[in-house]
């Protein structure tokens, strides 16, 4: 959903009083494929360019701004950030039959320890690390549930009891060995399948900005379908301006944050979820049910890293403001914001650190609008 909640809503803007990014489908249906990059006019007085990157990358829209004394440059380093997305989306893609993880999978209930990339064992590591402290709210092992979903979600009618039972068998990230020594990952139980489209954007987004900054792009902002990885501000600010979508996909965004060095991820239903029989399921599911999640909810998070951010924003999804936020509290450096609707109106949530963290500000809604 993240791909199509921020062409609707959140919106990431480089510097205050400069015109938000438009919405960012409007520009994919611009330049759908290939990625085009333009320097913007040298902000006064720093020498520094503004250069932005738009392209398409693990089937979402991205963007990428960034400020450097060479456009030339820039655009060189950007270009080698979205070759490194692409590079991981060769591992984690589960709809590219050849990635890793589809080759891992196939591997399932075979008893056999199979070597994996750094990539996969990282995001692995953190994807089990972030199960165990979300009680299993988030688990990339839900593939089998997450397939049968999406079908049902296109017949728009529940997956047969039979088949419900079936993937669940192969479901639990209990049913994943991992191990350190040799760097080798089994799935125990046969038909298993990982899923990693609740955290790998983020680890995306991360990895881009590693290469910017590897390249002496440290200012930058990296936007990959609404997961965004933050670095060192724009010349002169305090930080980047990243709007919170409303719940309104109509409406324009109102309600502001000032980010830098961290991670900053939504999650929701807004657009991705199916309605059968009456009840209205979400496409992120309940681990503990199997089931879409029925409560309507908006979910945004900040941390210190994509990844983290993308994965909890997913799990807090699951567990609701209660259950959820004492467990965002207990992480450092990180907040979360919940908009949630109760009796027709939007109940908003804030975690403790949301405040510090957030910098949120109310933009008159002329100048937030994008
Ligand atoms: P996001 O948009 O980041 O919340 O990710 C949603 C996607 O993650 C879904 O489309 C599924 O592919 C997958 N997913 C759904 N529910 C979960 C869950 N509870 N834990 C991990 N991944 C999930
Ligand atoms: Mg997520």
């Known amino acids: 959903m993240l791909l199509l909640l921020l062409s609707a809503g959140t919106v990431a803007r480089g510097e205050s009083g400069g015109v938000g990014a438009p919405p960012l489908k409007a520009e994919a249906a611009a330049s759908p494929a290939a990625a085009r990059s333009r320097a913007d006019d040298p902000l006064p007085g720093d020498g520094l360019q503004r250069v932005v990157w738009e392209g398409e990358e693990m089937a979402a829209p991205l963007r990428i701004v960034c400020y450097h004394a060479s456009a030339e440059h820039a655009t060189a380093a950007c270009r080698q950030a979205a070759s490194r997305i692409r590079e991981l989306n060769a591992v984690f893609s589960d709809y590219q039959e050849d990635s890793e993880v589809r080759r891992l999978c196939e591997t399932a209930g075979r008893r056999l320890a199979v ?57 639990g990230f209990d049913k994943l060995r991992l191990d350190a020594d040799g760097r080798t990952v089994e799935l125990t139980a046969p038909g298993m399948r990982l899923d990693f489209g609740a955290i790998a954007k983020g ?148 975690s403790r650190r949301w405040p510090a963290l957030a910098g949120e500000s109310r933009v008159p809604a002329a100048e937030a609008t994008p």
């Open 115 to 171: 070597p994996v990339s750094p990539d996969l064992w990282e995001l692995l590591s953190l994807s089990l690390e972030i199960s165990r402290q979300s009680g299993g709210a988030f688990d990339v092992t839900l593939g089998p549930l997450i397939r049968l979903w999406r079908r049902a979600r296109t017949l728009r009618e529940l997956p047969p009891a039979w088949r419900f039972e079936e993937a669940r068998r192969a479901v």
């Open 203 to 350: 680890y995306a987004v991360d990895a881009a900005l590693q290469v910017l900054r590897e390249n002496g792009v440290p200012r930058a902002l990296v936007d990959l379908g609404g997961d965004i990885g933050l670095g060192d501000p724009p010349p002169g600010r305090e930080g980047w301006i990243v709007a919170v979508a409303p719940p309104e996909p109509d409406r324009p965004p109102s309600l502001f944050t000032c980010l830098r060095n961290c991670g900053t991820a939504t999650s929701g239903d807004r657009y991705r979820f199916v309605i059968i029989e009456g009840v209205r399921y979400s496409h992120i599911l309940d681990p503990k049910t199997g089931l879409g999640i029925t409560t309507p909810r908006e979910v945004m998070v900040i941390a210190p890293t994509g990844a983290a951010a993308d994965a909890w924003a997913t799990a807090i999804s699951v567990l609701g403001p209660e259950a959820g936020l004492p467990l965002i509290d207990a992480l450092a450096d990180t907040a979360a914001l919940i908009l949630q609707s109760e009796d027709g109106k939007t109940a908003v949530y804030r």
